[in-house]
């Protein structure tokens, strides 16, 4: 465990995108997640498309996150995620600021909320961002899918960027950011 070789996260701001997080676990037993924790969706799947056309959103517009309120994780996945790195017991940076970004709204990740707040975690002085999420293709061949240049705006920010290989055996040796776990 790091934290047993005194490395315990403290100044560290990791964001990480799941499921949400039970922070009535015991790992998380007096801890406080950072304030702009929650859960998100994109406007695309925050609306209605009436709703949509009287804001006047359109193309990029319908990336933007909103905020849905409090987050529950009602797979586990986010709170087992979060315990490994943020949990007082078995996490490796139990004294990290820790952003939690529920982007599960169903069964799967709003992969348009993802990139909105990729954009906006950019911005942030966040050191680390988790994405244990299905879709390591998707990463592997972003030029494809568009999302290069927001991995890329992380490496310029000095950002660390962890993500799940998954169980594919995929060869993850040819992510093309270098700042990525």
Request: glycine letters at 10%.
């Amino acid at each position: 465990y790091a934290h047993n070789r005194s490395i315990e996260g403290a100044g560290v701001t990791l964001a990480i995108f799941d499921s949400g997080v039970n922070v009535n676990h015991d790992e998380f037993a007096g801890k406080t997640l950072n304030a702009n924790s929650g859960s998100y969706v994109s406007a695309i799947n925050a609306y209605t498309l009436d709703e949509i056309e009287a804001m006047g959103l359109t193309g990029l517009d319908l990336y933007q996150p909103v905020a849905t309120g409090e987050q529950e994780d009602v797979f586990g996945h986010g709170t087992h995620v979060t315990s490994m790195s943020w949990g007082e017991n078995v996490g490796v940076a139990p004294e990290a600021d820790v952003i939690m970004l529920d982007v599960y709204p169903t069964t799967s990740p709003d992969s348009l909320a993802v990139k909105g707040l990729i954009g906006e975690l950019a911005s942030m002085s966040v050191d680390f961002i988790n994405a244990s999420l299905t879709g390591v293709d998707y990463y592997e061949n972003s030029d494809f899918t568009n999302e290069r240049p927001l991995y890329e705006a992380l490496e310029t920010a000095g950002m660390g960027f962890i993500v799940a290989s998954g169980n594919f055996g995929l060869d993850m040796t040819k992510t093309f950011i270098t700042n990525t776990i």
